[in-house]
């Protein structure tokens, strides 16, 4: 199993222009969601999805949409990219269900730098 | 509110003491309260977990205890190593929807 997989792993981004941050998981773990690390700010949560087609708003939401079509794929993306963005993004998925809360497996991470 | 708060902020020991984390949290929902480790350029990996209903709870030199009336638990690791050094995070889950909120980490640094 490859786990949780996230691409790109690094990327440079014009501020206003919008990319797609992929995530992928063969785990078959409904549940999944998005951080954003920043340095002295921990992980913060920008949203969440308890399974395909529902989908919900984490601690930083702003700025960012996700959709969740199928169990295994749950892309981020920014629609006008800001300096503020500027942080490295986490995808994670767990197989938790509404009853109990389970571990989180990370992907590897991805490095977005907005100029 | 959906608080976690770590404390300290940076630890250094000496190889072979014991490190201390301390964490609280807001939310008396909270019933799911697990630890990372992240080493530098790294993902987060979980070293040890521990639910509401229990009261502490060990995996060879680490342990998590947890006092529910005081919303805050621990960290333990025994016999600190070097390879320990890393960003250790604790989180609460939130309510009773899956989420997990993260404290802002904990450098720990063994000095050999």
């Known amino acids: 199993n490859a786990g949780v997989t996230q691409t790109p792993k690094f990327q440079v981004l014009k501020t206003g222009q919008s990319m797609t941050l992929q995530c992928a998981q063969d785990?078959?773990?409904?549940?999944m969601s998005w951080y954003r690390q920043d340095p002295g700010m921990g992980l913060r949560l920008i949203h969440y999805?308890?399974?395909?087609?529902?989908?919900d708003q984490g601690e930083v939401p702003n700025g960012y949409n996700v959709s969740r079509s199928t169990t295994e794929d749950f892309p981020l993306r920014l629609l006008s990219a800001a300096p503020s963005q500027t942080s490295v993004y986490f995808c994670?998925?767990?197989?938790?269900?509404?009853?109990?809360?389970?571990?989180?497996?990370f992907g590897e991470g991805s490095r977005l730098t907005v100029l | 509110g959906e608080n976690v708060e770590q404390h300290p902020s940076t630890l250094s020991v000496q190889e072979g003491d014991s490190a201390v984390i301390k964490c609280t949290y807001s939310?008396?929902?909270?019933?799911?309260f697990p630890w990372y480790k992240q080493e530098l350029g790294k993902r987060p990996q979980l070293i040890i977990d521990?639910?509401?209903?229990?009261g502490e709870k060990k995996d060879q030199r680490i342990a998590v205890t947890l006092n529910k009336t005081a919303k805050h638990f621990s960290l333990h690791i025994t016999e600190t190593q070097p390879e320990d050094s890393a960003v250790y995070f604790c989180?609460?889950?939130?309510?009773?929807?899956?989420?997990?909120?993260f404290g802002k980490g904990n450098q720990v640094v063994v000095i050999p």
């Open positions: 994670a998925s767990s197989y938790s269900t509404t009853m109990n809360t389970g571990e989180l497996f």
């Open positions: 521990i639910r509401s209903n229990v």
């Open positions: 999805s308890v399974g395909a087609g529902i989908t």
């Open positions: 989180a609460a889950s939130i309510g009773g929807n899956n989420r997990l909120a």
């Open positions: 939310d008396s929902a909270s019933n799911y």
């Open positions: 785990m078959n773990h409904e549940y």
